[in-house]
Nanobody, 123 residues
Framework: QVQLVESGGGLVQAGGSLRLSCTASGRTFSRYAMAWFRQAPGKTRETVAGISPLGTSTYYADSVQGRFAISRDNAKNTVYLRMNSLKPEDTAVYYC????????????????WGQGTQVTVSS
């Protein structure tokens, strides 16, 4: 019973930055672990970053470590993904997702998904 809406995607030149936002409906946002996933054409959906319900732990894919940062503001029912030093290979549709299974980082463990926001990095 949670709806997720992403925003902040767009077109950016390599080396630039974007911040994605995902806002959730409902009153139990702080019970959910949140994550960002991405899917490029012809590729499987992959985990980008995850954050625990209270923001006390985070996870990053090796490919984005040091460049991306996930955070959340439970008072605003929002999770963010700050993306710096963007590369063309970061081009994908980015999805936020929520799960009550706080021990999992895999896409199949997430019950609620946003519709995605396109990020395109040009060279």
């Amino acid at each position: 019973q949670v709806q997720l809406v992403e925003s902040g995607g767009g077109l950016v030149q390599a080396g630039g930055s974007l911040r994605l936002s995902c806002t959730a409906s409902g009153r139990t946002f702080s019970r959910y672990a949140m994550a960002w996933f991405r899917q490029a054409p012809g590729k499987t959906r992959e985990t980008v970053a995850g954050i625990s319900p209270l923001g006390t732990s985070t996870y990053y894919a090796d490919s984005v470590q040091g460049r991306f940062a996930i955070s959340r503001d439970n008072a605003k029912n929002t999770v963010y993904l700050r993306m710096n030093s963007l590369k063309p290979e970061d081009t994908a549709v980015y999805y936020c997702a929520a799960t009550t299974n706080i021990g999992s980082q895999s896409p199949g463990s997430y019950d609620y998904w946003g519709q995605g926001t396109q990020v395109t990095v040009s060279s």
